[in-house]
């Protein structure tokens, strides 16, 4: 079975720093697209930033500049390193993995207070 499990979610201050991590089992996760959406409450998930089976990111324009997505194929794991947190920045972080189909993990909540 295919399962994604995240962490490094929490509560963390305006302009703070948090590091979320995936790691990924059940697919052959060097030839998996992997990314990370979040959904912030009363609105539907967005898309934060991918990453592309030959390493290749994309990051949304909300975040560029603050936030790196990254992936470790030895590990199974993709993280992303977020950086000057904004209040706006607080939702369920959700990581995704393309392989023939798309998989979700359970989510991770960040919290950032103003």
């Known amino acids: 079975q295919v399962q994604l499990v995240e962490s490094g979610g929490g509560l963390v201050q305006a302009g703070g720093s948090l590091r979320l991590s995936c790691t990924a089992s059940?697919?052959?996760?060097?030839?998996?697209?992997m990314g990370w959406y979040r959904q912030a409450p009363g609105k539907q998930r967005e898309l934060v930033a991918t990453?592309?089976?030959?390493?290749?990111?994309n990051h949304a324009e909300s975040v560029k500049g603050r936030f790196t997505i990254s992936r470790d194929n030895a590990k199974n794991e993709v993280y992303m390193q977020m950086n000057s947190l904004k209040p706006e920045d607080t939702a369920v972080y959700y990581c995704?993995?393309?392989?023939?189909?798309?998989?979700w993990g359970k989510g991770t909540l960040v919290t950032v207070s103003s």
């Open positions: 995704n993995a393309k392989w023939r189909m798309n998989y």
């Open positions: 059940g697919i052959i996760f060097r030839l998996s697209d």
């Open positions: 990453i592309a089976r030959d390493g290749s990111t």
